[in-house]
Every structure is written in structure tokens, then in C-alpha cells.
């Protein structure tokens, strides 16, 4: 069974940081392009960030560019989202997710390309 467990949300401070991490288990996920969504109240969940599967390729939303870093590490079967300068927009449950298709080089940023998604953290950014 797959599972993926978010962990590192909060309350910060706007210009403050956090770093949210995932841990995935039931199945390597190495040959996967892993994402990371949020959903603000009263939202549909979109995507922000996501990395092939050798992380070798990564892509972010506009507004969070520069900002946000998603990065993962295959041997620990992680995946991290680095947030800094964190605005009262960002405020949102952060959920990561895994997609569908094995060993895409490109970052899909549909739900409907994700298959596996975790019980989401929240983030909230204060002004």
C-alpha cells in the first residue's frame, strides 16, 4: 500500500521559511515524477512544484519561483520543498503526490496526472 506522509507545516511569519518534506513508502519511487500541490480555503488544489524522476528536471509556478525548491532524494525515498520569503498568499494545505507515469522527463501539472497523494500539511503565512 502507498503512502505518502507529509510533515513540516506551520505558522510563519511573512519573509520566514519552511521546509516540508514527504515520505513515501510502499514503493520506490524513484522512476516517478513527484509533485507538490496546495489548496487554499475554498480553492481547487494546484499545482506548485515538481521534479522528474533523477531530478534532473524540475518546474515551478510563476509566483513561487525563485522562492520555492523542490528537490528529492531516491535513496531515502523523500521528497523536500525549501520555502523562503514566504508571502500571506502562500497560506494553503500543502499536499505532495506521485504521478502515474514511470520515468517522464517532463513535469505534469495536472491533477489527473497523479495517482498517490498524501493527507496534505498546513502552511500558514502570517502578515
Known amino acids: 500500500q502507498v503512502q505518502l506522509v507529509e510533515s513540516g507545516g506551520g505558522l510563519v511569519q511573512a519573509g520566514g521559511s519552511l521546509r516540508l518534506s514527504c515520505a513515501v513508502s510502499?514503493?520506490?519511487?524513484?522512476?516517478?515524477?513527484m509533485g507538490w500541490f496546495r489548496q487554499a480555503p475554498g480553492k481547487e488544489r494546484d499545482f506548485v512544484a515538481g521534479?522528474?524522476?533523477?531530478?534532473?528536471?524540475?518546474y515551478s509556478i510563476d509566483s513561487v519561483k525563485g522562492r520555492f525548491t523542490v528537490t528529492r532524494d531516491n535513496t531515502k525515498n523523500t521528497l523536500t520543498l525549501q520555502m523562503n520569503s514566504l508571502k500571506p498568499e502562500d497560506t494553503a494545505l500543502y499536499y505532495c503526490?506521485?504521478?502515474?507515469?514511470?520515468?517522464?522527463?517532463?513535469?505534469?501539472?495536472?491533477?489527473?496526472?497523479?495517482?498517490?497523494w498524501g493527507q496534505g500539511t498546513q502552511v500558514t503565512v502570517s502578515s
Open positions: 503526490a506521485k504521478a502515474k507515469a514511470h520515468w517522464q522527463i517532463v513535469v505534469p501539472t495536472a491533477l489527473s496526472d497523479y495517482d498517490a
Open positions: 510502499g514503493l520506490t519511487m524513484r522512476s516517478y515524477v
Open positions: 521534479i522528474n524522476w533523477n531530478g534532473g528536471n524540475s
